[in-house]
């Protein structure tokens, strides 16, 4: 390692999944050395030959015993276990920096192997991986959630910025509302989508991600535009982007699809598309009267239609 150029580290990943190969390579690219990764399964493996070139598969053990910075990417469950095993046979060295990249985990659950003296940071990048080189240019702009004590928060930002990313710090009391919030946007609208997609096909239309793509994609970039607002103190935030019956105030039209949606449910048994469907309306009215964007008797109006136990 006495070859490589001032103030780059040493790097062990634990866990070469998707998310740890790619930024193993990702730091790999600006000058780090990766000195060894873990890889269980063929597909780890895989990923070990295809993105971190001439990085031989080790132990963990030995992974760590190389390393100035350990890259823990692995599964939520698995973590505070395997940071207490590490400790347990001695494995933390002092001053050697502990990244994890879980997102409801703050560095709570490094505190093993801060106890052995090792610097714990929290780094957990918002978006999805492939675990292939695609995903090394979506890191570029990518925004991290960066956890540390305040005298190594630097640390941190500065890793997320050398491969392009964006650090947003986030307190260690509120990882698991952070990550919940990435869980209900990301996760519920790939349900949305799927319930969408069921009730297009019902209607005829076949390949029915073709015609959600260009109106989701231009819903999405608005809705995500109009977020940032409410922190600028401009407006209503996201619901700002939204159009349709609700704020048009068209109950008819409101009453006209909860029909057709239960009609689906009824032919095909997707009892879960009407109860979302309903559900997101009545959250719909209730944000867009809070938004200015309808008045009470409209809201009021739009509620009373869909009332579950009407």
């Known amino acids: 390692m006495s070859d490589r150029r001032p103030g780059r580290l040493g790097v062990g990943v634990v866990g070469a999944g998707r998310v740890g190969a790619v930024l193993g390579s990702a730091l790999q690219s600006v000058g780090h050395a990766v000195v060894g990764a873990s890889a269980i399964s063929e597909a780890s493996r895989d990923r070990v030959t295809a993105l971190l070139h001439g990085v031989p598969v080790l132990e963990v053990a030995e992974v760590v015993e190389r390393a100035e910075l350990v890259l823990l990417t692995v599964p939520d469950e698995a973590l505070p276990g395997l940071v207490a095993g590490i400790a347990d046979v001695g494995g933390w060295q002092p001053g050697q920096l502990v990244v994890h990249t879980s997102g409801r985990r703050g560095t709570a659950v490094l505190e093993p192997a801060v106890r052995a003296g090792a610097i714990p940071l929290a780094i957990h990048p918002a978006m999805t991986f492939t675990g292939t080189s695609l995903d090394l240019a979506r890191l570029e702009g990518t925004t991290f959630a960066v956890t540390a004590p305040a005298v190594v928060l630097p640390i941190g930002q500065a890793l997320v910025v050398e491969i392009g990313g964006e650090p947003v710090v986030v307190d260690e009391a509120a990882r698991p509302l952070y990550h919940a919030a990435l869980a209900h946007g990301a996760d519920h609208l790939v349900v949305l989508v799927a319930q969408a997609a069921q009730a297009l096909e019902a209607a005829g239309v076949e390949r029915p991600g073709r015609l959600l793509r260009p109106l989701l994609s231009a819903a999405l970039d ?33 009453t006209a699809h909860a029909e057709a ?50």
């Open 261 to 310: 949606l239960a009609d689906l449910a009824a032919r095909t048994g997707a009892t879960d598309v009407p109860a979302s469907a309903a559900d997101l309306t009545r959250s719909a009215v209730r944000r867009a009267l809070a938004a200015h964007r309808i008045d009470e008797t409209t809201a009021r109006t739009l509620l009373d239609t869909t009332d579950p136990s009407r």
């Open 222 to 254: 608005g809705a995500t535009r109009a977020a940032d607002t409410r922190e600028e103190g401009q407006g209503p935030g996201a619901i700002a982007a939204l159009g349709g019956a609700v704020v048009g105030g068209d109950a008819a039209t409101v």
